[in-house]
Every structure is written in C-alpha cells, then in structure tokens.
C-alpha cells in the first residue's frame, strides 16, 4: 500500500477537499439549491423550457428545431446566447433571429 | 477516533465497483463520439467554456473517444489503475470541457467516480493478477459520501414548489421505453410521486449507512433506478447514471465473515454451498461443514436447515440463505426482495419442502472453492 494513504492528515484534508467541491461550490457559486447548473447534483429538479427563436428571411419567419443545431439543448445553456449569432452565420438569406425576450439583427 | 480512517480492509468491493464503472465507462463512449461528432458538424453550433476553445475536430475526437475505450477496458481488467484509471479520466475531463453540450450530471458523476477509484488504489483487487492488497479505509469512505452526496443533494434540490407540483415529473415521464399510465398522469397522483421521490432519494441518501435499513434500501434504490430507466425519456443516460450509482451499493456491506454452518453429509446443502461460494465474488463467506470442529451449532439443528452467523446473530433455513445471498455477486443488489412478508413465507416453506426431500448422506466432499 502506498505510504501516503496512512496519513490520516492526508484522509481528513481529502474528505473535506471531496465535501467542499461537491457540496459548498455548488451551493455557494448558485446561492440555492433549485437551479439546474452545471457541477451540482440538481437532476430534473426544475423545468426550464426551451427558448423558442425564428429566424426572419426574406420569405418570411421560420421557427427553429433546436435539435438541428445543437447536439444536446441542456437546459443549463444559456442558449440565446449563443444560438443566435450561429444562426446568422449559416442560415441562408437569414435578416434577423428572434426568441422571446430579444432579437438579433444580422 | 480518527484510527479508522487509516484503517485496512479489502479490496475486493472496491475492485467489484471498478470493474462495474469501466463497463459503465465503455458503454458511455459512444454517448461520447455522437455527441462530440455532432458538435463538430458545422450546422451546430459551438458553445465553448472558454469563447478561445477551437471546435473539436474529427481526428482530436477519434483520439480522444479510442484513448476512452482503451483506458476503460485496460482499466475494468485491473491493468495498471493509475494509468489507465489516470487516461480514462483525462479522456472523460477532456470530453467534458470540449463544449457546454458534451455535459451531463452523470458523465461528470463517472469522473469523479474514476479519479476517487484511483486515489484508492482500486487496482488492488479483482484484477488480472489475482493479487488482493488491502486498501484503506478513508480512501472507500470517500466513494460511499459521493452516493450520499448525490441522492442528498438530488432530494433536497426536488423540494420547491415546481417539482413538488409534479409538474416536471409529467414533462419527463414521457418516451420512456415504458409509457406512464395516462390514468395516472393527473396532479394530485404526480403531485404523490414528487413527494415520494423526495423522500425516496433521502432514505437511499442516509438509511444506507444504517445497517437494519441497508436491506430495504438495496431493494429501493434498485426499484427507483429501473423506473427512472424505464419510465423517463433519457434512457441512455439514465441506465448509465443507474449502473454508476448501484455500483456504489456494495462498498456499504460489512466486511464481517459470514459463517456458513451446513450439513457435509447431504446432498442438496452441498449444491446450495457449492453455489455459494462460486458467486463470493466478495469473499466475505467462511464455510464450516457439520462435522468440523469449528462447527458451534449442534449437529442436530444443523441436518434440518443450514445456519448463517453473522455479526453476533444466527438465523436458519431460507432467511440464512437470504443473509448469504444478500452478500453474493450478482444477487447482493436485489436478494433483500426475499425479505418481504409473504415472499420470505413462501420461500421458506420451499426450503423446508426441499430440505425433507434431501439425499443423504453424500459421499464426502468439499463444497467447489472457485
């Protein structure tokens, strides 16, 4: 056995490394326990819908499937975020994306 | 107080739950490359944790996905744990920060999983070379407070006003490989299976380091995670999340021997004992035979029905077999299921219409050591 696992020094600075990562950075990074986040253990503890955003071409406006392009729309991604920016990069004849809250020109 | 910590003890259920997280690990790299592989195509977008973070190309993707496969398998086999444990995790770490889709709770559950295997020296036992060093203590306990982390942490952030409504509950429960009862998706019935899902997750969080509850929450903790499996829509991930976590299970049996005292000179004991010690993946059984001198049960007792002593009890017939069985390889996540009124009943009077049917005596043999 490795010398360095007898420590008991070594056991209790590793517990509480293990419970402050896991349990007071997730709790003190979110400030609560409901949010769906990342690096917690919040699993289906909320519903966060998904954003719904159109792109607006010269033929008028089209609902976007988020499937097509994201591999995993997680509910923990802020996806206007970043969806939109994309959208005006590869939609074709794309003027501007909308979702609920704004709205981008492009 | 602290002496326990340091402790030793075997490495036998550590090397059982390695084995279980590299399968876990293996099957969950191909979740991997679809996903990594979508996110490389250009229709999708990239949503980096750092907005310098290149998109992953196809040959990074091939390297890191063959490095996981590899490390996974050298790493169920025991082989080398510090590395192969060491490039599974990197792989696993590498994967993760490649872009905010390739996330999930469990994947990020699975490393934690690989590094704490690695900081116990989980090599140590069940490997390719039928070593089995002792481990300590602290480096298991460790493992034990990441399934109490997550089933605690998962109860308590249910309790809001949202999930408890059974709302979110009715917007996951749909395309599961089984369908919800439509009858049953009203809010009064979800609103009973929220709070029964709270309460669920607490007593698998904290009743597991209980020995009398250990038994009820085994049979739990299986039921609960082959209905998230079956009834939510993730299944993939879920039946991942499930193995990871009911690898857990074994690390919180008692490493106490389990005296087995049984008839040597019948048939059918020989058969059950044989069986016995063949799935002591574990080997937490010691096996004394009627006629040893280390037999502490009269002899009388011991030709109607086997007896089981363990941790200062002693039970006979099926329940014996029951305690045994709660402590084997594979039948250790649901045997407590023989628990259950009516079930232990009937079981027991198989086992005493087996018992009376019992050849004997046998020519003398020795139970099949493995």
New interface residues.
């Given amino acids: 056995m490795t010398g360095w696992r007898q420590s008991r020094a070594v056991a209790l600075v590793a517990i509480a490394v293990f419970l402050t990562v896991q349990l007071i950075i997730p709790i003190g990074r979110y400030g609560n326990f409901e949010v769906t986040q990342r690096f917690g253990w919040q699993m289906f503890a909320g519903f966060v819908p998904a954003p719904q955003i159109t792109v607006v071409t010269s033929d008028g406006e089209h609902p976007v499937v988020l499937d097509d392009y994201m591999a995993w729309p997680r509910a923990d991604i802020d996806i206007v975020r970043y969806l939109p920016a994309h959208l005006c990069e590869i939609v074709p004849d794309v003027q501007s994306v909308r979702w609920e809250t704004g709205s981008l020109e492009c | 107080m ?2 326990p ?2 402790q ?1 003890i075997s490495s036998r259920p550590l090397g059982l739950v390695r084995v279980i997280i590299g399968v876990a690990a293996l099957l969950r790299s191909f979740v991997a490359l679809r ?2 592989l ?2 490389s195509e ?6 980096p944790y750092l907005d310098w973070t290149p998109s992953p190309s196809v040959p990074l993707i091939v390297l890191v996905i063959s490095v996981w496969m590899v490390s996974s398998i050298l790493f169920t086999a025991g082989w080398r744990v510090p590395w192969s444990g060491g490039a599974l995790f990197l792989a696993i770490v590498s994967t993760l920060a490649s ?7 469990h994947l ?2 699975m490393a ?1 999983l690989v590094l704490l295997l690695i ?1 116990a ?1 989980a090599g ?1 036992g069940l490997n390719l070379a039928r070593t089995n ?4 203590r ?2 298991v ?2 493992l034990m ?2 399934l109490t ?2 089933y605690g ?2 109860s ?5 006003d ?2 408890l409504s059974g ?2 509950l009715a ?2 429960m749909r395309n599961g490989v089984l369908q919800f009862p439509e009858t049953l998706r009203t809010p009064a019935f979800l609103s009973s299976l929220a709070l029964a899902v709270v309460t669920l997750e607490l007593l698998l969080a904290v009743g597991i380091w209980f020995r009398k509850a250990r038994p009820t929450v085994f049979v739990a903790g299986l039921g609960f995670h082959i209905a998230i499996t079956l009834l ?1 829509s993730t299944t993939v991930e879920l039946f991942i999340f499930s193995i990871e976590m009911l690898a857990l299970y074994p690390l919180f049996l008692t490493q106490e021997s389990l005296v087995v005292v049984w008839d040597d000179e019948c048939d059918s004991c020989f058969d059950w004992v044989s069986r016995f010690r063949r799935f002591d993946v574990l080997k937490t059984l010691h096996v004394v035979g009627k006629s040893s001198d280390s037999n502490p049960i009269p002899a009388e007792e011991v030709e109607r029905s086997l007896h089981l002593i363990h941790q200062g009890e002693t039970t006979s017939g099926f329940k014996a077999v029951t305690g045994v069985l709660e402590h084997l390889v594979p039948t250790l996540w649901f045997a407590s299921i023989l628990r259950v009124p009516g079930i232990s009943h009937l079981a027991e009077r198989w086992y005493r219409w087996q018992a009376a049917r019992r050849s004997c005596p046998v020519a003398l043999r020795s139970p099949v050591t493995p």
Avoid: C
């Fill in positions: 602290l002496s910590l340091t030793s996903v990594l979508e996110i250009p229709e999708v977008v990239h949503i872009d905010q889709q390739a996330y999930s709770n990020y559950l934690w900081i020296d140590a060093r002792p481990v300590f602290w480096t306990l460790l407070l990441q982390v997550v942490f998962s308590l952030t249910k309790i809001n949202e999930f709302m979110v917007g996951v939510m």
